[in-house]
């Protein structure tokens, strides 16, 4: 079960890795920061990070979100400067990579004047290192020419282009000065982001300085599922790694498989174990709302555990420019029994909620496959990319959704969702004390 420590100014928090809360139509956000996201070559001798914001801010509270090695270590307590920026001290050492937020899921201090929680804003830089020589920052001509070349990838290879209805055009206008005078790599990235936030796109991001920079600003869906309940809600809990949790509600099997990211694949081995050794139970919970995807290959071998034939569970095409209809071959995603693993042969509830999306929304449409499984909780948030690189030439490299993914009727996945077989409807604050979700599961298998 994955676990994020997250330190604020005042206590240490560890809490489950949960999507950003919905905020209104405008809360603050950061406009610049000193040093920025994506910054190399810090001076170490830097004795403050400064935070601007883009309206007047609250002074009553503030979140600096971050913990272990890489939170920068402070030297004195946050001021504000003036409304709209906070001046941290703080002591940084040389060669050495620091990570934080202004604000986090766990805590939302940095407020508007107006009381609105600001938008989370992950800032990750490194310092130098004695004697290492700065980067060639791009020339304008250099910057000029990575504009052209993300403008040709979006008219391209975006397979969401016509879905999205930005006026791209308009974008580019106003980007353009911003992008072409771009004094460093991370500068451009930084405003190619801002550019591209307008898709609204999860699967749109950007490499630079080894780092990557998220482009989607849209509101997140609020997750139906709470961590903190676990521990009374499930018996004989186990968390052999921070990808899979295993336990038993009602004397029915517990199964939590919290990513399906790549460097996971040894990481679900308890999962493939604890469906063998509960290979014969009438029923299992296989409980994904925390999920936000990964490799769809992983997902197919938990998912071939569970049914009996090969099935169709999805179907994608790619974008091709040079074809009349933009698009190549539709073609059928389809799953099948794992013959290397155990088999499950009793009935399955799936646990899904808003925050599943990618790779995990194939896996909800794998399991569906299967006549013996119900997927319970709210409908997924529906999006799924297949995002490929294009480099820009400046040391700035773009990622972009490269199919349509749709369900097995030919409908486009990206902005629906999969719907549950079971819907269970509950409000934030249901959570607090019961998990509605796992009691409509319980009461599925319960019932037949």
């Known amino acids: 079960m994955p676990l994020i420590s997250r330190h604020t100014t005042t206590s240490l928090l560890v809490v489950f890795a949960l999507s950003a809360a919905v905020v209104s139509a405008t809360p603050p956000r950061v406009v610049r920061a000193t040093p920025d996201h994506t910054e190399i070559m810090v001076d170490p001798a830097t004795k403050e990070i400064r935070i601007e914001f883009d309206q007047d801010m609250s002074p009553g509270g503030h979140s600096i979100c971050g913990g272990g090695p890489a939170f920068p270590k402070l030297n004195g307590k946050p001021t504000w400067e003036n409304p709209r920026i906070m001046v941290i001290p703080v002591q940084l050492e040389a060669g050495h990579e620091y990570s934080f937020s202004i604000n986090c899921p766990a805590a939302q201090n940095f407020r508007s ?187 197919q071998q938990v998912a071939g555990c569970f049914v009996d034939k090969p099935g169709v569970y999805s179907k994608n095409c790619y974008r091709d420019a040079k074809s009349p209809s933009g698009f190549g071959k539709t073609f059928d995603r389809t799953i099948s029994p794992n013959k290397d693993r155990a088999a499950f042969k009793g009935r399955v509830a799936v646990l899904m909620g808003p925050t599943n999306m990618s790779s995990n929304e194939s896996f909800l449409l794998m399991m569906r496959v299967s006549p013996r499984c119900k997927l319970i909780g709210e409908r997924s948030f529906g999006s799924s990319g297949n995002p490929k690189p294009h480099e820009l030439g400046n040391g700035v490299t773009v990622l972009l959704p490269s199919w349509k993914d749709m369900l097995p009727d030919g409908k486009v996945l990206e902005g629906k969702g999969v719907e549950p077989d079971i819907k269970v409807a509950a409000k934030p604050e249901d959570f607090a004390k019961s998990d509605p979700v796992l009691e409509a599961a319980v009461k599925e298998l319960r019932n037949k």
């Open 113 to 299: 004047a107006a009381g609105e929680p600001a938008v989370v804003y992950p800032i990750t830089f490194r310092t130098a290192k004695p004697g290492e020589k700065p980067p060639v920052p791009p020339t304008p001509e250099e910057n000029k020419k990575a504009a052209e070349n993300l403008r040709k990838a979006i008219d391209e290879q975006y397979s969401y282009k016509e879905l999205r209805k930005v006026d791209w055009a308009r974008r580019f206008t106003e980007h353009q000065q911003k992008l072409e005078t771009a004094a460093s790599a991370s500068g451009f990235a930084r405003a190619a982001a801002d550019l591209l936030s307008a898709a609204n796109d999860p699967h749109i991001s950007i490499r630079v300085n080894g780092f990557t920079l998220g482009t989607y600003r849209g509101k997140s869906a609020q997750p139906n599922f709470n961590g903190r309940l676990l521990s009374t809600l499930i018996t004989d809990l186990q968390d052999p790694n921070e990808c899979v949790l295993t336990g038993t509600v009602s004397d029915i099997p517990y199964l939590l498989i919290s990513t399906w990211g790549p460097a996971d694949a040894a990481m679900l081995e308890p999962a493939f174990d604890f469906i063998r050794e509960h290979a014969d139970a009438p029923a299992m919970i296989v409980d994904v709302r925390v999920n936000g995807g990964g490799d769809e290959t992983l997902a």
